[in-house]
């Protein structure tokens, strides 16, 4: 039930789905507030879109956030970087008009070891 509070989630696009969300000033960084695999991270798409949250398809960075990242925690220091693209997007992705929106970038600054494969 805390998908509604999400500001963004991240999808691979099928299999994984987390969300994720950042208060600044009341944490350090941004915190995984769901996750999920399968019919789990198809629920979590279907409660975004009631919910009019951004769904953003990233695969490296779903499946390491689903991966390395536990409930309530804080993302990790080595995903910062690809978050910090995926907060810019989204910042993009709010001033954006209708006629022009932004690109999703193309490639996500995930290190190899945090991209599980699977």
């Known amino acids: 039930a805390k998908v509604p509070k999400a500001d963004v989630i991240v999808t691979n696009p099928t299999h994984y789905a987390v969300a994720l969300r950042y208060a600044e000033g ?7 507030l769901a996750k999920g ?3 789990v991270a198809a629920r979590i798409r279907e ?3 009631e919910h009019h949250i ?3 398809e990233a ?3 779903a499946r390491a956030l689903y991966h390395h990242v536990e409930l309530e925690q804080e993302i ?3 995903l910062y970087r690809a978050v910090a693209e995926l907060l810019a997007y989204l ?4 001033l954006a008009t209708p006629q022009q929106q932004p690109q999703v ?7 190899p070891e945090m991209d599980e494969r699977g």
């Open 76 to 78: 990790p220091v080595t």
């Open 91 to 94: 910042y993009q992705l709010r």
């Open 47 to 49: 409660l975004a879109a």
């Open 54 to 56: 951004p769904v953003v």
């Open 105 to 111: 970038p193309a490639h996500w600054s995930v290190p």
């Open 59 to 61: 695969p490296p960075l």
């Open 26 to 32: 009341e944490t350090r960084a941004p915190v995984l």
């Open 37 to 39: 695999a399968d019919l």
